[in-house]
């Protein structure tokens, strides 16, 4: 009876135990293959953003810090400054805007040709750049005529839109804290260009 007793739970273990292995295996199955998939998905459209100017990665947590600390410092220092987590961040949108302007425009110098002592035929280059704008052009003094020649403006700027989730702040015992406060979705806009909007969205 003990003997029949072992044989049998001896049987039920080893299902139990195919079961388990089995099932670990289908689902390490099923990750890997929505894994490669993420992957190509990913290498597919990295492969069309040069024509298509659009891409969008789906990365895991290491991969987006790793993204951070190589490829966007200047974002990684913008989170930290705003004590924002890594782990609390669900998307990020990064949009690039640049703008070229090859109209040319003459500014008639007159009085400062009237100045001019010797009439000599000079072209001077002359550029004004800031971090997000950058205009050339030349200062023309040619057949008795001064003028302001502008052939270049380059405009760029990157926006980057960060949605994350945080905890409202409440009073316990008088003091201010976050632990067990109600979740709500944020979204902060950083821009290179200009100055940053933060706007709110609580969620049920």
């Known amino acids: 009876m003990i003997q029949l007793l072992n044989i049998n739970n001896l049987k039920i273990y080893l299902i139990i135990g195919l079961i388990a ?8 199955y099923t990750f890997q293959k929505a894994e490669n998939l993420r992957q190509t998905e990913n290498i597919e459209q990295l492969r069309k953003y040069d024509s298509l ?13 790793e993204y951070l ?3 966007r410092k200047d974002l990684q ?16 949108i990064t949009q690039t805007l ?3 302007d ?10 400062i040709l009237d100045a001019i002592i010797s009439k000599q035929n000079i072209k001077v280059p002359v550029v004004d750049s800031t971090a997000c704008l950058i205009i050339k052009g030349f200062v023309v003094f040619e057949n008795d005529t001064l003028s302001l020649n502008i052939t270049d403006r380059k405009f760029k700027n990157t926006s980057d839109v960060i ?3 945080e905890r409202n702040q409440w009073k316990l015992l008088g003091i201010k804290t976050r ?11 950083k821009d290179a260009c200009g100055r940053t909007q933060t706007f709110v969205i609580d969620k049920k």
């Open 98 to 100: 640049k703008y070229r």
């Open 69 to 71: 600390d190589y490829n």
């Open 53 to 65: 100017k659009y891409a969008s990665q789906t990365y895991t947590k290491k991969e987006l810090q």
């Open 102 to 111: 090859t109209a040319i425009k003459s500014v008639n110098l007159q009085p």
């Open 21 to 28: 292995v089995t099932v670990w295996f289908y689902k390490d």
């Open 179 to 189: 632990l067990f406060g109600k979740k709500k979705a944020t979204v902060i806009i």
């Open 163 to 165: 949605s994350y989730w």
């Open 77 to 92: 220092d913008f989170l930290q400054e705003n004590k924002i987590a890594t782990r609390k961040i669900e998307q990020i």
